[in-house]
C-alpha cells in the first residue's frame, strides 16, 4: 500500500482537480465476488479515500481552498466541538463491545488517545481540548464553544450517534472500523497548511491537527487489522462494505450541518 506521504500528496491532487464538489455522497456497492481478505482490504481503502467525505465534500474543499470566513469557520467549530465530545462516547462503546481481549485492548488505545493520552504520560490532551485551543486561535472564548448549543441537524446527528452505540452487542462489527480514520492522518495536515497560508491561524492552535495526523495513522492500521481479521466471508465482505458506505453517508451529513451552520452565520 502507499505510504502516508504518498497518499497526501495524491490527496493534494485530488483537492486541485475537483471542479465542482459533489452535491451528495458517492459510494459504489460492494464487489459481487468474494476477494482474498487481502484484496478485500485494498479495494475498501481505494474506495473509501477517492469518496471520503473529508476529500469530497463543499466544506472541505472550500476550507482547503480558504473560501471561508474566520466568522463562519467559528460557527463550524461551535458544531464540532459537540462531535468531538460524542466521539469519546462511541469510543467507550466500541472498547465495551469488542468480541476478543485483543480486539479490546487495541480500542483501549484508541480511545486514550482521543481522551487525552496526556493521562497516562502521553504528548496530548484530549482531542476536546486540542479542538477548544483551535477554536481560540480563531479568535473565540473557550467557554462561548463548551456553551454553545448544537444546531437542529447537528442534534439529529448527535441522537443517532448515540442511538448506534447504545444498541451495539459485543461481537458486531464496530460502529467505527477504523479504517476511514487514515483519511485524517492523509487530509488534517493539509488542512492545517490551508489554517497556517491561508486564514492565519497560529501554529500553536493547530495540534488538533497535527495529533491527528500522528494517532490516526495507528487508528487506520487497526481498522485494516479488523478488516483482515473478519473478512473471511462473502457475507461479512459486504456487511463490512454496506457498514463503511452508510457511515460515508453518516459522515457527509454531519458535514452538511457544519456548512450550514457556515452559511448561516455569513448571512448575519
Known sequence: ???????????RKMYREIKTPWAYPRFPDPPREFLPPEKF???????????HTKINHPFCVKLVRGEWSIKQLQAWAKQDYHAKVQTLRN???????????????EQVKVLISECGEDLVGGKYPSHPELWL?????????REEIRKSEPSPLMQ???????????KQSVGDLPANLRVGEKINAVVHPIWAEAFREKYHVPEKALDFFTA???????????????????AVTPEVQRAIWLHLKKGQAKQWVTYDAFSQAALQAGDQ
Open 1 to 11: 500500500m502507499a505510504s502516508i506521504a504518498e497518499l497526501r500528496d495524491r490527496a
Open 212 to 230: 491527528h495526523g500522528e494517532a490516526d495513522q495507528d487508528h487506520g492500521k487497526l481498522g485494516e487489522q479488523i478488516v483482515l481479521s473478519r
Open 91 to 105: 469510543d467507550a462503546y466500541i472498547v465495551a463491545t469488542a468480541p476478543t481481549l485483543e480486539e479490546l485492548q
Open 156 to 166: 439529529v446527528v448527535l441522537d443517532a450517534e448515540r442511538y448506534k452505540s447504545m
Open 41 to 51: 482490504l485494498e479495494l475498501v481503502s481505494e474506495t473509501v479515500l477517492t469518496h
Open 133 to 141: 485551543r483551535f477554536a481560540e486561535g480563531l479568535g473565540m472564548k
